[in-house]
């Protein structure tokens, strides 16, 4: 018993101290105008659109090449151990915020727009994920409140897999099964669920 206790301990100690990127997002008058996400180094990850936690987060998992890209701009850009911010006068976008955590280094870097060709990948990502929760939400909050909506929101979905704006599409998928298999909805809402979720499974979803 002991033993399986600092095992446990053991792998909670290496979980908390592992390599994890944080961004935030601040931009009041947008949709939304909060934006929270966390990865880890094994891909996992949370987002929040909530600057005050008043609703649950939405745990995701990015598969390993998604992960990788992420990681390698984050080393690319230092680690963040060095300003964004461009010079340039340009409208203001939101205060977005870079923070690296790695044990006991701890290193972030705030900025409005950066013209660093890796902050901008960098941000890019953190869009296609933060895009990606928000059409689950959508899509779950259709289906169990507005069936009449479900449609749409697989329409809205399906504009940003044509645009190939996914990240972290997995989480999708047992809402869009479930959706597929439901034969209390129309015929048109179960085969663009099953073709979406086919796409996501085939990685046809992801960026080139």
């Known amino acids: 018993m002991r033993l399986a206790w600092l095992l446990a301990a053991s792998l909670a100690l290496q979980a908390a101290s592992a390599p994890i990127v944080r961004f935030t997002k601040d931009f009041p008058g947008s949709s939304p105008a909060f934006v929270s996400i966390w990865v880890d180094r094994s891909g996992g990850g949370e987002f929040n659109d909530t600057s005050d936690g008043s609703q649950p987060s939405v745990a995701f998992q990015l598969d390993p090449g998604e992960t990788e890209a992420i990681f390698a701009l984050v080393a690319k850009l230092g680690e963040f151990s060095r300003p964004l911010e461009s010079p340039l006068k340009v409208a203001f976008t939101g205060t977005k915020i870079f923070r690296f955590e ?3 280094a701890r290193r972030e870097v705030k900025f409005n727009y ?9 941000l890019d990502w953190f869009e296609r994920i933060a895009e990606t929760s928000l059409h689950r939400i959508n899509l779950e909050r259709s289906a169990r409140f507005d069936r009449l909506g479900v449609d749409r929101a697989l329409l809205l979905l399906q504009v940003s897999v044509d ?3 996914l990240a972290g599409a997995s ?9 597929a298999k439901n ?26």
């Open 114 to 122: 950066s013209e660093d060709p890796a902050a901008q990948a960098l």
């Open 183 to 208: 034969q209390s909805t129309f015929n048109r809402v179960r085969e663009r669920a099953a073709a979406i979720a086919e796409l996501i499974r085939a990685g046809g979803t992801k960026a080139k």
């Open 171 to 179: 989480q999708l998928l047992p809402t869009l099964d479930r959706l």
């Open 163 to 165: 645009r190939r704006r």
């Open 102 to 104: 790695n044990g006991a």
